[in-house]
T-cell receptor, first 118, second 112 residues
């Protein structure tokens, strides 16, 4: 049972280019979360998606950032017109359906994509 | 109200000693409190988690102590080993969704 798969592991982009980060959740998981980790800092929530739906995007910057989780294929985090401040590690996590009553279940993290903007 | 505060920022312990990391939260709606371990270049991995209906949970050398009234919880690593050297994050989430609010992290170094 493969874990959460993220690719690429490392991504270098020039300022103004677009970055596309991919995340394939664990088999059977229908919830995907994206987090950003700046150097020497904790992880900050960005967006929570289910298949074809954005559930919570309160952590996403208003401009240049978008995320999707289509019916088929991986979840994509897209950053347009990247700037140096976007350099960070981006982690995806997945979890199965919430238990009845809304109890939380374990979120499994991928290895991350380390984006460097030059 | 969504913050989780973690201390210390860094911790150095001798092999065989006890490592203690503390976290405090503000949001009383939080009801799930996991600890994650992260090695350099890797993603966070769940270490142990607790819900507020118990005050302590132990798994091997790792113990979470939870104080609901004080809104604090801590991780104790008994018999610390050099292989435990990593960054540890506490986190919290509520029933409105599984999004996690993370502490700032503690860089643990266990000297041989």
């Amino acid at each position: 049972n493969a874990g959460v798969m993220q690719n690429p592991r490392h991504l270098v982009r020039r300022r103004g280019q677009e970055a596309r980060l991919r995340c394939s959740p664990m088999k059977g998981h229908s919830h995907v979360y994206w987090y950003r980790q700046l150097p020497e800092e904790g992880l900050k929530f960005m967006v929570y998606l289910q298949k074809e739906n954005i559930i919570d995007e309160s952590g996403m910057p208003k401009e240049r950032f978008s995320a999707e989780f289509p019916k088929e294929g991986p979840s994509i985090l897209r950053i347009q017109q990247v700037v140096r401040g976007d350099s960070a590690a981006y982690f995806c996590a997945s979890s199965p359906l919430l238990l009845l009553g809304g109890a939380n279940t374990e979120a499994f993290f991928g290895q991350g994509t380390r984006l460097t903007v030059v | 109200q969504q913050q989780v505060k973690q201390s210390p920022q860094s911790l150095i312990v001798q092999k065989g000693g006890i490592s203690i990391i503390n976290c405090a939260y503000e949001n009383t709606a939080f009801d799930y409190f996991p600890w994650y371990q992260q090695f350099p270049g890797k993603g966070p991995a769940l270490l142990i988690a607790i819900r507020p209906d118990v005050s302590e949970k132990k798994e091997g050398r790792f113990t979470i102590s939870f104080n609901k009234s004080a809104k604090q919880f801590s991780l104790h690593i008994m018999d610390s080993q050099p292989g435990d050297s990593a960054t540890y994050f506490c986190a919290a989430s509520g029933t409105s969704g599984s999004r996690l609010t993370f502490g700032e992290g503690t860089q643990l170094t266990v000297n041989p």
